[in-house]
């Protein structure tokens, strides 16, 4: 097998809260592969939009991170910043939740795009467009000469939206990030970004990490998903198996609270409570609060990611049972 | 944005006229027949007094009045100084340019001094630099600018005795010299209210999501604050430049006395003082006026910098 | 939903500063301390204001006079003790005044809107059009000098300012879910402006009274100073500033440090102190 394309080793964020540091994400580790799309998906809070920023070192000021961000091999935490701003210029993109915050509004969407182009592309001013022009089709954008033209207050947050897209795939990044790139979106706008992403998987091979509080949207487009919670990986399989045989009581509480159209469902089962802020995590396993499957031992520690199946790895201790208990409920359903 | 800037500017000839029509009711608002006030209660001859009534057409109704009176305005006419024994229009002109002097180096040591230091506080907050200066605007903001201006001379002028205590010198770096003192006066409170705008504006820029896009693009953070932070930012400093040149102009009035300098502001008091009518209605008239279109002259920059207003306001 | 937590943790850790509140206390302690003076200023002040000593002029400071005498032989001292009188009663009566005038012509324009607004705010933007202490200048050169004279002018120039800030907070404040509850059960316009709105602007009232109290003070002083305000021999700061000039020249410091300190010091403090009720209004609301 191959060195992966990039590994994250034992990561932990802390962020300055009122004058004290709080773990954000605790103990994280993950690889993507070259040409692989991974999710990760966790409820708001749980720590998803931080990991990114720990990627690429976009986190607040007086944040402190320990661990280890490989690219190719080389650790990005210990970069200097030139050599970081040029990773963040040609190797890794990333794309944002809300593109009209995103996007400065006091530029054209030309300006916006031809600006990488020009400045980490050193295209002359005529191939910077041309080539934004050739993005924006890329993006499904077939007016291109309009939008250019455009401030982002005259155009609509899906267009926005590819237009950051599009400006991520200037740089012709080997990753791109996608941090709840559809969450401010309707949904019908939605699938036609996804499917945007799912052209670029297929046609560019583009790595992914995509970030998202939806399961659901993750199966559409990921090859393996990681379940975030309170900081932490709690499970990790690819994308089929976990909908098949979830490991973890948590995934498996994500996968009931999701409507099934084809079945008929009483009422939706939620889990009950909500997750727990950086300063609230409980000690032991961080779940045990809201799990059904709680015993002594799981509050002694936080159980570490194990490996449950030959490509399964789950942070609970009791896994196996889970899965042989669960696999009847979900083992007919989605794949 | 062209029919925009048209529209603005046609606007505008409403607000010109009410302000002057006011300016030019005073005289009839003052105790006094208006000649009494024009005349700053002098003994004169009958037939003086009836070629002041003639000249000012008083003889006729109000509006009629005001429309003689505007028509010679517009023509270069302001009326004479009863004071001078000349026309107010060469009374005035020569101090029109100390008291622009005046302000264009207040102006200068405003944006040099009070906006770059908004500026570096509100991209580097809660560093020591940024208390200091939070300080520092907190007492500028609170002295006008007679209380510093007179200060400035007792510390500069009288006790160190670097710096001339009244008059504008006589021209060129003399000039520069006798102004600096004044100018400085005029520009501590500015400077104050610039810099707390400033950092305020930048500080929040810093922290919108489109300077976190910018970072993750590989942008240098030296093009990353200047392109997308300091633009932004820098947009309510323009809001507020019409408050600023309002001061400016109040500010000036003060300080040209308290330094005795011959602008427009030292004779605009002293025509008060001995009742000097139509000089102070000219005065007031062409400040004002000069007021009006520097706020004109803001909203369209305004307008021209930020797209969302120029959206909101071409459809509007 | 997953919110980007980023922004929301910047924004938290840059609310004001907590040790706000001991420098907030500094400032209405000396703001209590000054109204104290002004009202005992016969008690508090060891001579005459006006007891003209020409035997005694030009003195510096000393045991009979603490900040030495003027060029007519009145004692500093003194007159800075009576000078907050005036200095304290202008600012008072034009923030009166604005409040009187400014607060029911802001949420009549707020309120009902419509043409009523309209015509408000070209009224508004006419006197805005004047820098700021040239309308009063002209009120004044029209009218005369003086005490009365100087603080209408300024109070002319406070109205709308007040006027604008309460029509922008009714204009919030009407869209609330009590306005539309109290319509419903047919109260009228009047009756929710006054019974209802207008305690829930009157946080912002405050506050931005008490900031201008301050600027209304530094005008007012500015006038004096003109020659334009309170007239000699009244104690007045400003007019302190004008007499103190004189003796600057001749090495005379007192007089004028004496003013300049008085009347910064009362600005920084109601600066303060507004700012604060400004920050503590805008959270409760």
Not at chain 1, 65 to 92: C, E, M, Y
Not at chain 3, 248 to 268: D, Q, R
């Amino acid at each position: 097998m191959n060195a992966p394309l990039l590994e994250l080793r034992a990561i932990t964020t802390e962020l300055e809260i009122q004058g004290r540091h709080w773990p954000v994400v605790r103990d994280l580790s993950l690889t993507i592969d070259e040409g692989e799309v991974v999710g990760l998906v966790g409820e708001s809070g749980s720590g998803k939009s931080m990991t990114a920023r720990t990627i690429l070192r976009l986190l607040p000021p007086k944040a402190r991170v320990s661990g280890h961000v490989l690219l190719d091999g080389v650790d990005l935490t210990a970069l200097p910043k030139k050599d970081l701003q040029q990773v963040r210029a040609r190797r890794i993109s990333m794309i944002f939740q809300d593109p009209r915050a995103h996007i400065d509004p006091l530029w054209t969407s030309g300006d916006h795009l031809m600006e990488g182009l020009r400045v980490n592309g050193g295209l002359s001013r005529s191939d910077a467009r041309a080539k934004a022009l050739e993005l924006l089709a890329d993006v499904g954008i077939v007016d291109g000469a309009r939008v250019l033209r455009a401030y982002p207050g005259a155009l609509s947050g899906g267009m926005l939206q590819r237009v950051m897209i599009a400006g991520a795939l200037a740089a012709n990044p080997e990753l791109l990030i996608a941090d709840e790139p559809t969450t401010a979106l309707d949904v019908t706008i939605q699938a036609e970004i996804i499917a945007i992403f799912d052209a670029l998987r297929r046609e560019r091979k583009l790595a992914m990490l995509f970030i998202t509080h939806d399961l659901e949207l993750a199966s559409a487009l990921c090859d393996r998903v990681l379940v975030m919670y309170a900081g932490r990986i709690m499970e990790e399989q690819a994308t089929a198996a976990l909908f098949a045989s979830p490991l973890h009581p948590y995934t498996a509480g994500l996968l009931e609270a999701r409507p099934v159209l084809d079945e008929r469902q009483e009422r939706l089962t939620v889990i009950p409570g909500r997750p727990p802020t950086p300063v609230e995590t409980p000690p032991g396993c961080p779940f045990h609060p809201r799990c059904s499957f709680v015993q002594e031992a799981c509050l002694t520690g936080p159980p570490p990611l194990r490996r449950v199946e030959a490509d399964g790895y789950s942070a609970c201790l009791r896994s196996t049972q889970i899965r042989d208990q669960l696999r009847p409920k979900f083992g007919t359903g989605h794949a | 944005m062209g029919w925009y800037v048209v529209r603005r500017l046609l606007g505008a000839i409403p607000l010109l006229l009410v302000t002057s029509f006011i300016v030019y009711s005073f005289l009839h608002l003052a105790p006094g027949s208006p000649e009494q006030v024009l005349l700053a209660g002098k003994n004169v001859s009958v037939e003086t007094l009836q070629a002041i009534r003639d000249k000012y057409h008083l003889d006729d109704p109000f509006l009629v009045q005001y429309w003689h009176w505007l028509t010679n305005v517009l023509s270069g006419d302001l009326g004479d100084s009863i004071v001078f024994n000349d026309t107010v229009v060469s009374v005035v002109a020569p101090r029109i340019l100390p008291t622009v002097e005046l302000a264009a180096y207040a102006l200068l040591l405003i944006l040099v001094f009070g906006l770059s230091m908004g500026i570096a506080s509100g991209i580097k907050r809660n560093s020591p630099l940024d208390t200091s200066v939070s300080g520092i605007t907190l007492v500028g903001s609170s002295i006008s600018t007679y209380v510093s201006g007179i200060l400035l001379i007792a510390v500069f002028s009288v006790a160190l005795g670097w710096f001339p205590v009244f008059g504008l010198g006589t021209g060129g770096l003399d000039r520069i010299y006798h102004l600096t003192l004044p100018a400085i006066a005029l520009a501590i409170a500015l400077s104050a209210l610039v810099a707390r705008t400033a950092r305020a504006s930048v500080g929040n820029a810093m922290d919108q999501e489109f300077v976190e896009t910018a970072r993750s693009r590989g942008f240098t953070e030296r093009r990353v604050i200047g392109k997308h932070a300091l633009r932004n930012g820098l947009i309510p400093v323009i809001t507020i430049s019409g408050l600023v040149f309002g001061f400016l102009i109040s500010g000036a009035v003060l300080v040209e006395y308290t330094f005795g300098l011959n602008g427009l502001g030292a004779l605009l008091i002293q025509a008060v003082r001995t009742k000097d009518f139509a000089v102070v209605q000219a005065i007031t008239l062409l400040l004002t006026v000069a007021f009006i279109l520097i706020n004109l002259a803001v909203d369209l920059l305004y307008v021209a910098i930020d797209p969302r207003v120029r959206l909101q306001r071409s459809s509007a | 939903m997953a919110a980007a937590p980023v922004p929301a943790l910047h924004r938290r850790r840059f609310l004001p500063r907590a040790s706000a509140p001991a420098v907030t206390v500094a400032a209405g302690a000396v703001i209590v301390l000054l109204v104290l003076v002004a009202i005992f200023a016969p008690l508090l002040a060891p001579y005459d204001p006006n007891q003209i000593n020409l035997s005694d002029t030009l003195a510096s400071p000393s045991w009979a006079h603490p900040l030495g005498t003027v060029s007519s032989g009145r004692d500093i001292h003194s007159r800075l003790i009576f000078g907050s009188r005036t200095s304290l009663l202008g600012p008072l009566l034009v923030v009166g005044i604005s409040v009187a005038v400014g607060v029911p012509l802001g949420l009549l324009g707020g309120y009902r809107g419509g043409l009523v607004d309209g015509f408000l705010a070209r009224v508004w933007d006419v006197l805005f059009a004047f820098p700021p202490l040239l309308l009063a200048i002209v009120i004044v050169a029209a009218f005369g000098a003086g005490f009365w004279t100087s603080t209408i002018a300024i109070a002319i120039i406070y109205i709308p300012l007040l006027a604008r800030v309460v029509r922008g907070v009714v204009l919030v404040e009407r869209e609330r879910a009590y306005v539309d509850a109290c319509k419903v059960q047919g109260f009228s316009g009047y009756r929710v402006s006054m019974r209802h709105v207008l305690p829930n602007v009157s946080p912002t009232i405050v506050a931005q009274s008490t900031l201008n109290f301050g600027y209304a003070l530094l005008d007012l002083a500015g006038l004096a100073f003109l020659g334009l305000g309170v007239q000699p021999p009244t104690s007045d700061w400003g007019q302190m500033l004008t007499d103190g000039r004189q003796a600057l020249i001749s090495h005379h410091y007192s007089e004028v440090l004496a003013a300049s300190v008085a009347i910064a010091v009362t600005v920084v403090a109601f600066n303060l102190v507004g700012d604060w009720l400004g920050d503590r209004g805008g959270k409760t609301r």
